[in-house]
T-cell receptor
Framework: DAGITQSPRHKVTETGTPVTLRCHQT?????MYWYRQDPGHGLRLIHY???????DKGEVSDGYSVSRSKTEDFLLTLESATSSQTSVYFC??????????????FGPGTRLTVL | QKEVEQDPGPLSVPEGAIVSLNCTYS??????FMWYRQYSRKGPELLMY????GNKEDGRFTAQVDKSSKYISLFIRDSQPSDSATYLC??????????FGTGTRLQVFP
């Protein structure tokens, strides 16, 4: 998985609780992304980062926030989890020197269930 | 209408068959086209990456882009049971934001 780890790998939580997912890379890629994957929707971009402290919204950012204080870590926070946020979350990275920015590599995923 | 359309399948073929997977798209400005393979409960892995129109071959896999028809294809020759997975197409302008198809589930039976 191209030097990308995600934690936790599985989480069950209750509606209204805060949840933080972590993505860690050892590849020194500049760009990092958070996606969610749901049946019938494919992969949808939540937020992405193009450098330390530089982030931007994706297609489905409502209810999510992100932070990137170090090159290697990108955190996704659900401030108050809802059942509609039950999904599989993938982190991706890109921007290795010599490779196109659009060539993204994915982590193993975090399966989140909100009861 | 979604920007990228992909038949969800499942597509079931016998071992050794030639498989054709396809995506259509609506934004004629897309320049970069990718195919990802995703095994069950795993992250997507990049399979093929092409720029603009034309063909690209890598072993048993061939990616084809027809920008005039806004249509991309992935061909798998001599398909194997290990090719059973979901195949996602993705595309982008000249940016870091990818637009994904919903994926086609492929089953190759012995």
């Amino acid at each position: 998985d191209a030097g990308i780890t995600q934690s936790p790998r599985h989480k069950v939580t209750e509606t209204g609780t805060p949840v933080t997912l972590r993505c860690h890379q050892t590849e020194n890629h500049r760009y990092m992304y958070w996606y969610r994957q749901d049946p019938g929707h494919g992969l949808r971009l939540i937020h992405y980062s193009y450098g330390v402290k530089d982030t931007d919204k994706g297609e489905v950012s409502d209810g999510y926030s992100v932070s990137r204080s170090k090159t290697e870590d990108f955190l996704l926070t659900l401030e108050s989890a809802t059942s509609s946020q039950t999904s599989v979350y993938f982190c991706a990275i890109s921007g290795s020197p010599g490779l196109p920015v659009s060539e993204q590599f994915f982590g193993p995923g975090t399966r989140l269930t909100v009861l | 209408q979604k920007e990228v359309e992909q038949d969800p399948g499942p597509l079931s073929v016998p071992e050794g068959a030639i498989v054709s997977l396809n995506c259509t798209y609506s934004n004629s400005a897309f320049q970069y086209f990718m195919w990802y393979r995703q095994y069950s409960r795993k992250g997507p892995e990049l399979l093929m990456y092409t720029y603009s129109s034309g063909n690209k071959e890598d072993g048993r896999f061939t990616a084809q882009v027809d920008k005039s028809s806004k249509y991309i294809s992935l061909f798998i020759r001599d398909s194997q049971p290990s090719d059973s997975a979901t195949y996602l197409c993705a595309m982008t302008l000249n940016t870091d934001k990818l637009i994904f198809g919903t994926g086609t589930r492929l089953q190759v039976f012995p």
